[in-house]
């Protein structure tokens, strides 16, 4: 009995797909963008590949080498958010599908090749429902016997001229062979494999199973297996559900908030009726609005439990109001003619039912609370605290409606521009505990027990940070790491202003954050690392 196929679909460097997808970007297909994780390159685009940067690269050190390179932070919710938008495109060209990852995902190749007429052609019907949900997206789809096999042949086989491709039945061993260890992505393994003088998966192919796991271990028996040609995975496809997305357009544009609210009742329910029926809830919503003119208003609201009608009716009006009453002048006449609901990231409903004896309800009490005061003085009238990008204390904390989200994507200029999230000279993390606002003044000295000079020009100090004293207290230090120059609105010289970080670890290990502000300031403590 010949195995089962299997086919795998797989769209390269999704991550950085998915940013350049997410509606609070603007970013050029051909700017280079790389997304970062615990202050190193995660995923890099082509574009940031041609220029230097590789994954694993210290973000600073890709930043030097790629002055223009936008970094974003990791968003496991932005990748599975957008995939999953994807699926509910695919659903009529694939009914169940097994997700490995976002960007990844396999079926069986049996029914598709008999329905569509061959596995070429099934992977064709794949590509173009791909494209036809998202455009500019270079993707590639290979069969093989195994579920290993298939995923490598996506990478080594495939092509962007030629990106249907198959392995020949009972040939993924010899498929596999050649190909460098590299493919088993287990990086101590490879090595260890590598200072035995292997160099392709035939090598390791070629050793005992028993031998294998008693040197390795369990792990590494697996990927033997898989080099073998023989996968013991197995895939548990599911069904696709069907896009949740709902949206209501009138006839007339509408202005006032209470004719909106009534309107938009029945798609509201509509909208959480096909919620119930894929058994998910939606606890954070994307509500866009477009007026008459065609501008469009886009808000990410969150719930601690999960929205209802009303919550959500008030979330439109609440919107709707805040638009109004920010340019009323643009809107004497007309008003809102389109109103689209977007779950992101919806949760399993079980997850969220209420206890078996009335309990977990505190949130919702809450919940409900705040949306009455809301509703009485506004929604800006309650605010929660977020975090920005920037490169002083104060400019990173501040205060947004509560119930809205800020993906932290980007922060807006004083001028009203974008920037990306991360950038050059921004506080690495991992962040002070303590803040101190204002900043306290501190006196350093050097070795020679003089106090410590900074030259701007050169960026160098007068010695080494010996001692520090602030508030009476005298503190050792016995080391340092600095000076860091933080210029900022260097193209606007009336409100360019430049300052230079040290950080100190004084004799008892705790770290400090100082600064000192040029031309002709002063040490001052900035944080500490508690």
Same mark, same amino acid.
């Given at each position: ?11 390269? /460097? ?24 615990? =202050?190193?390159?995660? $995923? ?14 210290? &973000?600073? /050190? ?91 042949? @996506? ?18 061993? /010899? ?35 028993? $031998?294998?796991?008693?040197?390795? =271990? ?5 990927? $033997? ?54 058994? &998910? ?9 477009? /007026? ?7 808000? &990410? ?24 009453? !920010? ?19 919806? !949760?399993?409903?079980?997850?969220? !039912? ?43 904390? %501040? ?12 922060? @807006? ?31 350093? $000295? ?29 503190? %050792? ?25 040290? %950080?100190?670890?004084?004799? %008892? ?22």
């Amino acid at each position: 009995m010949s195995p089962a196929r299997v086919t795998v679909l797989y769209v390269p /460097d999704w991550p950085i797909v998915a940013a350049r997808a997410d509606e609070s970007w603007q970013l050029d297909d051909n700017h280079p963008v790389a997304i970062s994780a615990h =202050g190193v390159i995660a $995923h890099c685009s082509p574009e940031a590949r041609a220029q230097g940067v590789f994954v694993g690269q210290r &973000v600073r /050190d890709a930043q030097v080498g790629c002055p223009q390179l936008a970094v974003l932070a990791s968003q496991p919710e932005r990748e599975w958010r957008l995939w999953n938008q994807v699926l509910s495109g695919l659903h009529d060209t694939v009914a169940q599908v097994f997700v490995i990852e976002p960007g990844v995902i396999a079926m069986k190749s049996s029914g598709l090749a008999r329905y569509y007429g061959s596995e070429q052609r099934a992977g064709t019907q794949l590509l173009r429902g791909l494209e036809a949900e998202t455009s500019r997206v270079s993707a590639r789809v290979a069969t093989a016997d195994t579920l290993f096999a298939a995923t490598v042949a @996506t990478r080594y086989a495939a092509t962007d001229s030629a990106p249907v491709c198959a392995v020949d039945p009972g040939g993924d061993a /010899d498929f596999l062979g050649p190909l460098p260890l590299s493919v088993l992505d287990s990086p101590r393994l490879v090595s260890t494999l590598t200072q035995l003088g292997f160099t392709q998966l035939a090598d390791f192919a070629a050793l005992d199973p028993l $031998h294998v796991q008693e040197r390795f =271990g369990l792990e590494a028996a697996l990927l $033997h297996s898989c080099a073998r040609g023989v996968d013991p995975r197995t895939t548990s496809p599911s069904d696709i559900p069907a896009s949740t997305d709902r949206r209501w357009r009138g006839d007339t544009p509408l202005a006032r908030s209470d004719a909106l609210s009534f309107a938009l009742r029945s798609t509201v329910e509509d909208f959480l009726r096909g919620l119930v029926a894929s058994h &998910v809830v939606c606890t954070n919503v994307s509500i866009t609005l477009v /007026d008459d003119r065609g501008a469009t208003h886009s808000q &990410v609201w969150s719930h601690p439990r999960f929205f209802d009608a009303a919550d959500l009716v008030n979330r439109v009006r609440w919107q709707w109001e805040s638009i109004a009453r !920010e340019s009323p002048e643009e809107y004497q006449e007309g008003g809102i003619q389109e109103v689209t609901f977007q779950a992101r990231s919806p !949760e399993r409903l079980f997850g969220h !039912e209420p206890g078996l004896w009335g309990g977990g309800d505190t949130d919702a009490r809450v919940e409900h609370a705040i949306a009455q005061v809301q509703s009485r003085l506004g929604h800006q009238s309650v605010g929660h605290a977020v975090l920005h990008p920037g490169h002083s204390f104060e400019e990173r904390e %501040q205060i947004i409606a509560w119930g809205t989200t800020d993906s932290g994507d980007y922060y @807006t200029t004083e001028s009203g521009q974008e920037r990306p999230e991360a950038f050059v000279a921004e506080l690495p993390k991992p962040l002070p505990a303590t803040v101190f606002q204002p900043p306290q003044p501190v006196a350093l $000295h050097n070795q020679w027990g003089d106090p410590l000079s900074l030259d701007a020009e050169s960026s160098t100090l007068g010695g080494l940070p010996s001692q520090m004293l602030s508030g009476g207290n005298m503190r %050792q230090v016995v080391a340092w790491a600095g000076p860091w120059p933080v210029l900022e609105r260097w193209w606007d010289p009336a409100h360019s202003r430049c300052r230079y970080r040290l %950080q100190l670890l004084d004799q %008892q290990g705790v770290g400090w954050l100082v600064s000192q502000e040029q031309p002709g300031g002063h040490w001052q403590i900035e944080a500490r690392y508690d």
